[in-house]
Nanobody
Framework: QVQLQESGPGLVKPSQTLSLTCAVS??????????WSWIRQPPGKGLEWMGV???????YYSPSFKSRTSISRDTSENQFSLQLSSVTPEDTGVYYC????WGRGFWGQGTQVTVSS
């Protein structure tokens, strides 16, 4: 079973860059056909898919976030990361990392990020 754990600062100031890391265990992030995603949920709103990095390092981003988002990976640490630039209070929410392969997925428990001065 794949296990994912998000980590990063819980408080970010407006205009700064939000950086989160997802540590993966139970599976290599380079295993064929896996996708590794970032999803968030603002307070009182639904889930928002932000982007994915594939097993081969390819990346795809939601048009809503493409201009501000970068997803990268560290295969030696078996983890992948999210960077969201120029944050505003509207970027406050719970951020999740997740895996998907052949219709089966696992999620991390989520990490709360608040954007405030």
């Amino acid at each position: 079973q794949v296990q994912l754990q998000e980590s990063g600062p819980g408080l970010v100031k407006p205009s700064q860059t939000l950086s989160l890391t997802c540590a993966v265990s139970g599976e290599s992030i380079t295993t064929t056909y896996y996708g590794w995603s970032w999803i968030r949920q603002p307070p009182g709103k639904g889930l928002e898919w932000m982007g994915v990095i594939g097993y081969d390092g390819s990346t795809y981003y939601s048009p809503s976030f493409k201009s501000r988002t970068s997803i990268s990976r560290d295969t030696s640490e078996n983890q992948f990361s999210l960077q969201l630039s120029s944050v505003t209070p509207e970027d406050t929410g719970v951020y999740y990392c997740a895996s998907e392969r052949w219709g089966r997925g696992f999620w991390g428990q989520g990490t709360q990020v608040t954007v405030s001065s």
